[in-house]
């Protein structure tokens, strides 16, 4: 969700609503801090999700696809390598946790949150080596056996193939979307771990649900654990799900189930992470309508979150963990299609979203058979106008042939509202987000760094009410945070 996805999705959800666009606002828009990350991996200058997730919940920068591991990782040295993130800081302090994402939840980000593996795909047994099986679990036995991924209080997405529970697909065969993103992996080693999940929490209140009736039917006010499991592989494109009771739920539907089951009146505070993860996966294939719209169902979902939570005690960032080849271009006229051409009058028609790279390059040339048949003007090129632009597995065009578009490398936003939201500012290393969490979160490595997280102080700040002291303090425990985090 680069800058290109932000000011494109903003205005893609004013047109969905009649508008003109470019004047819409997502809701954290007006969030009061923003900042940008630097999301490099230690050994690409272009990142993958891996390596940034890690960088965000943990507070260490790490290699290309590794999952809650510093860059010193080798097959030899996992356990020296492995680093906590957010979540285990949160619950060490007593704090419910929990994951929602439209992926599966063992893929990279949300994995992050809990797993440590030299590759992230090694979200089932299947796919690690023959010669690794016995040294290494895969993310999700991890999410199931180990610390953090058995406390959390609610885990929701998708990804049932990985658990061995595979359910009958209703989904149309024109929804079976292509690309690296979209393999999954059977569990070969006989265990169904949603049996296993349940068999862990007998005893405390705790529910499996599949589909958006039982999210609806689960009580949410009282159950303590919950996970939710929506499909074999990824959720489904939000443009295309099955909104029946019988489908899938949406991201903010997820979101407020989420918070919900963690907002308690007994307890220390929640933690929750949510990914619009179906936006990268759109973008990998060039399906910029598909990308659009999972950026408006974030921007819901964020919107639900801001209706259920006092930022008077709330930290709420959003961001994204790297960008994509996706470019927002030509002259198009104010209130134009967001998703049609960019071109001046009398010029060759374009398309106002393109792509670096990626498979729309293909879907944009002749074959050999059409291509005698026209003239030479266009050489090898399709005219836009012959092209069925409204098909779902429409791919905007490409400049360079890829089976899968890549990250972008270039900074990306980070938005910020509530408690420590002004620790975030400027230009800063990705890194960094995790210690702003831990600080403004009472919890993990920079906790010792907040005088408001100490018993005592917080007595003393009550009693003289010294609001202005208390400003300055955190000022300049950001320029602390700052050096600190260099250091490591």
């Keep these: 969700m680069g800058v290109a996805s932000l000011s494109t999705g903003r205005i893609f959800k004013g047109q969905r609503a009649g508008r003109s666009g470019e004047e819409e606002q997502l809701s954290f828009d007006n969030f009061p801090n923003t900042g940008m990350s630097k999301t490099y991996n230690t050994d690409r200058q272009v990142p993958d999700s891996a390596g940034t997730a890690t960088a965000m919940f943990s507070g260490v920068k790490t290699r290309y696809g590794v999952l809650g591991v510093d860059y010193t ?9 492995k680093v906590s993130s957010f979540m285990e800081w949160a619950q060490a302090e007593g704090r419910r946790t929990g994951i929602v994402t439209t992926t599966r939840v063992t893929h990279a980000t949300p994995a992050a949150c809990y797993a440590h593996t030299i590759s992230r795909n090694y979200e089932c047994g299947a796919k690690i080596p023959a010669g690794l099986k016995n040294r290494i679990k895969d993310i999700a036995r991890q999410m199931l056996e180990d610390t953090p991924g058995k406390n959390f209080n609610v885990v929701l997405g998708g990804g049932r193939n990985h658990f061995g529970s595979p359910m009958p697909s209703h989904l149309k065969a024109e929804y079976q979307f292509k690309g690296a993103m979209e393999k999954t992996c059977l569990r070969t080693d006989g265990r169904n771990l949603v049996e296993e999940w349940k068999l862990q929490k007998n005893g ?8 958006t009736a039982d999210l609806q039917a689960a009580r949410l006010d009282q159950v303590d654990h919950l996970l939710g499991l929506f499909a074999d592989d ?3 494109y939000d443009a295309v799900r099955d909104r029946s009771p019988d489908g899938e739920p949406s991201l903010s539907e997820m979101t407020e189930a989420a918070i919900k089951v963690l907002q308690r009146p007994d307890s220390p505070g929640f933690v929750l992470m949510v990914e619009g993860g179906r936006i ?3 973008h990998h294939q060039n399906h910029a309508h598909l990308a659009l719209a999972e950026v408006v169902e974030l921007d819901r979902a964020v919107e639900t979150a801001l209706g259920l939570v006092d930022l008077d005690d709330t930290l709420i960032i959003v961001t994204a963990d790297h960008s994509h080849a996706m470019t927002f271009n030509g002259y ?6 967001i998703l049609g051409y960019g071109n001046r009058p009398n010029a060759t028609p374009y398309e106002t979203i393109t792509y670096a790279n990626g498979p729309g390059f293909l879907q944009h040339r002749w074959n050999a058979s059409l291509l005698a048949e026209e003239s030479t003007d266009w050489a090898t090129w399709v005219k836009l106008d012959q092209l069925n632009r409204s098909e779902v597995t429409y791919r905007h065009l490409s400049a360079f042939p890829l089976g899968d578009e890549t990250h972008g490398g270039e900074d990306v936003v980070v938005f910020a509202s509530g408690p420590g939201a002004n620790l975030v500012r400027g230009t800063f290393e990705q890194n960094y987000i995790a210690y702003v969490m831990s600080y403004a979160g009472c919890m993990g490595p920079a906790k010792r760094l907040n005088l408001a997280c100490d018993d005592d102080f917080q007595r003393e700040a009550t009693k003289a009410s010294s609001a202005s002291h208390q400003s300055a303090s955190i000022m300049l425990v950001m320029s602390a945070i700052a050096a600190w985090v260099r250091q490591q």
């Design 234 to 236: 990824h959720m489904s």
């Design 332 to 337: 198009p006229d104010r209130g134009n299609d």
């Design 280 to 282: 990268d996966h759109a």
């Design 73 to 81: 990782i080798t097959e030899t040295n996992l356990e020296a390598a």
């Design 204 to 211: 405390t209140e705790a529910a499996f649900v599949w589909k």
